[in-house]
């Protein structure tokens, strides 16, 4: 979706203003590390993935997500997913007060502290194994597609219509726009090169390029 | 954080109080509910607090540094390269390695959200998951990099990699001049997290103050 999350190339957000590394904390605030914990933790269920929780953060209304900080976009983002889940009820959600346990087969899935550090070891790799080759290989000339779908997307609007090189090709993954929906599919994913002048224009210094990772429903020959 | 249930006295954003409020009735409902477990949470924290951080960045690139043999590893494999020394797992499924050399400067942004790599560098500073870092980072490098102190000469390619896809991109420093010798463990010292997102480069040696 054309949402606000969609940031390269805004103008007029002003500076960065980074803190210096060694004075800067890993949470700010108490509550940023309860919405850090409580996210990680409630996907364990099963009931969303990583591209429904992004697409669940991106849905937010543009003003909303922009003037939110990190952690609050997070938060809005995980009471929609245990919402839309039904995990939750609106009422629930409002009161604080539960109505009832979750399904027993649900609360068994629940993360244990004795857990995580092996979960997180392992991960959740996303390579998958297609049946179809890949149509492009090294050095290709391809243009990202013109498409602007309603529905989460990885294919961002600065490339959209633009020329660029296939640098390196990844491998099928999970494919974003599907997994979103709930459909774990593989397509070929690429690492694209762009060149500057290619993306914003003669103005931009010619040895520059931006490398985005597309796959292949985001591509054409060019 | 601790005041509740004062007025609102603006407009645009929510009291923090209101928002502490708000964070821990979700936790009590879930952990009510049988959906989350609080002790789970507090490792969670835990892990990303004092764990797992750029220091494990900085042990690799020391690595590359001072093994060429590990470095075309890291280069042509990184996953694996980087599981040797024991960082695996969650963001970090799928890594790549980029280069820094006297005419190549890569730049790490996701414009998306802030996809980063958790194993090696931690969680990401605010900065790197603010608007303005990912609005700026793929259209004007140049300008980004000079609001981080960092100047490159005109010559130098700057590629910069927006983490659209599961993939997660370490920025590979140049080595400082003047640590011909220098142990892993001294290279370390030098490597911070931002010159593995490519903001900066690694410390010049003078700047540790070591007596080597």
């Known amino acids: 979706m054309n949402g606000a999350h969609d940031l390269g190339g805004m103008h007029g957000l002003g500076p960065i203003n980074p803190e210096p590394e060694a004075e800067e904390p890993v949470f700010h605030a108490d509550w940023e590390k309860r919405v850090f914990g409580l996210t990680l933790a409630a996907a364990f269920p099963g009931k969303w993935n990583i591209d429904m929780s992004r697409y669940a953060r991106e849905r937010q209304h543009p003003i909303d997500y922009l003037r939110h900080t990190y952690y609050e976009n997070w938060l809005a983002g995980l009471e929609k997913l245990l919402v839309e889940a039904e995990l939750v009820n609106p009422e629930e959600l409002k009161t604080g007060k539960a109505a009832g346990p979750a399904d027993e087969p649900i609360q068994q899935r629940a993360l244990k502290a004795e857990e995580v550090a092996e979960t997180i070891a392992k991960g959740s790799p996303v390579a998958m194994t297609i049946s179809t080759l890949p149509r492009f290989k090294s050095g290709d000339s391809v243009r990202a597609v013109n498409r602007h779908p309603t529905g989460h997307t990885r294919e961002p609007r600065y490339v959209r219509g633009r020329v660029g090189v296939i640098h390196e090709y990844h491998g099928a993954h999970v494919f974003p726009d599907r997994n979103a929906e709930g459909s774990k599919e593989g397509r070929h994913l690429y690492s694209v090169r762009f060149s500057a002048k290619a993306l914003w224009g003669e103005s931009a210094p010619g040895r520059n390029a931006v490398y985005v990772d597309l796959w292949e429903d985001y591509l054409e020959a060019a | ?212």
């Open chain 2, 1 to 212: 954080m601790s005041e509740h249930h004062h007025s609102h006295d603006h407009d645009h954003t929510e009291p923090p109080s209101d928002l502490v409020l708000r964070v821990q009735a979700l936790e009590s409902l879930l952990i009510e509910k049988g959906l989350v477990d609080s002790a789970a949470i507090d490792v969670l924290i835990d892990t990303y607090e004092t764990k797992v951080g750029p220091r494990n960045g900085a042990n690799v690139v020391a690595r590359a540094w001072g093994d060429s043999e590990f470095k075309q590893w890291l280069l042509r494999d990184a996953t694996a390269a980087i599981a040797s020394l024991g960082y695996t797992g969650r963001q970090g499924e799928h890594m790549k390695v980029v280069e820094n050399t006297p005419t190549v400067h890569n730049l790490v942004v996701c414009t998306l959200c802030s996809c980063y790599p958790w194993p090696v560098l931690g969680l990401p500073p605010v900065w790197y998951k603010s608007a303005p870092y990912r609005a700026r980072a793929v259209a004007d490098p140049r300008g980004v990099l000079e609001e981080f102190g960092t100047e490159l000469t005109d010559h130098v390619e700057i590629r910069v990699w927006d983490s659209t896809s599961e993939m997660r991109y370490l920025v590979l420093p140049e080595r400082p001049e003047g640590t011909v010798g220098w142990s892993e463990a001294d290279l370390t010292e030098l490597v911070t997290r931002n010159a593995m997102i490519g903001v900066e480069k690694a410390k010049p040696p003078l700047n540790i103050g070591r007596s080597k």
